[in-house]
C-alpha cells in the first residue's frame, strides 16, 4: 500500500468512494451524490491551501482518501481541524484506514494542530471505535442534530489532543 498526496486525477476515483461509502451511509451528510468536478474543486482548494489530502493506493488503484480542514472558521479555531477518512469496502478492515490517519495526525503535529476532531454518525460503532484506537476520546453527542434516510440521526464528536496544553 502506498500513501501519497493526492493529484486532481485521483478525483474520479475519490468520488466513487466518497458517493458509495458517504453519500450513500451515514458516514456523511451529503444527501445526493457529488460530480467529479466537485471532487476536483475539494482536492484542489485543500492542496491550494497546503492543507494535507492523501490517497491510498494498492496494486495502482485509489482505494481510500483522507483529510482535514478548519473545525470552524473563527480565529480561536486555528488550531484545531475536523478530519475525514473515507476507504472503499472492499478494502475496508485491511489497515487502510489507519494508514491515511496515521499520516493526517503525523502531519497535524507538524503543522502545529493542538486538537483533531472526528464527527461521527454515533449509532456507526466501527467508526467510534477506529477513532478511539488512535486514543480519541468522546466529546460529546449532538441528538438529533441530522436528517438522512428519513431519520433523526445522533452525531457523536471525538476528539484527539495532539500537544500538550500551555
Not at 476536483?40 to 494498492?58: D, M, N, Q, R
Not at 475525514?84 to 491515511?100: C, D, E, I, T
Not at 484506537?133 to 441528538?143: C, I, K, N, R, Y
Request: charged share 15%; glycine share 8%.
Amino acid at each position: 500500500m502506498l500513501i501519497r498526496q493526492a493529484k486532481l486525477s485521483d478525483a474520479v476515483a475519490v468520488t466513487a468512494i466518497y458517493n458509495a461509502e458517504g453519500v450513500a451511509t451515514t458516514a456523511s451528510y451529503d444527501l445526493e451524490p457529488v460530480s467529479v468536478a466537485d471532487r476536483e474543486a475539494y482536492i484542489a482548494e485543500h492542496l491550494s491551501v497546503g492543507l494535507p489530502f492523501y490517497v491510498a493506493e494498492c496494486a495502482g488503484e485509489v482505494v481510500g482518501y483522507a483529510c482535514y480542514g478548519e473545525f470552524r472558521v473563527k480565529p480561536g479555531y486555528r488550531y484545531s481541524a475536523e478530519h475525514s477518512v473515507y476507504v472503499a469496502r472492499s478494502y475496508q478492515g485491511r489497515g487502510v484506514g489507519k494508514a491515511l490517519l496515521a499520516q493526517l495526525l503525523a502531519d497535524a503535529r507538524i503543522a502545529g494542530l493542538h486538537v483533531m476532531v472526528g464527527v461521527i454518525d454515533a449509532a456507526n460503532t466501527a467508526s467510534v471505535a477506529f477513532h478511539a484506537s488512535f486514543g480519541f476520546q468522546a466529546a460529546g453527542v449532538w441528538p438529533e442534530i441530522c436528517w438522512k434516510f428519513g431519520t433523526w440521526h445522533d452525531v457523536a464528536v471525538m476528539t484527539l489532543r495532539l500537544t500538550e496544553s500551555i
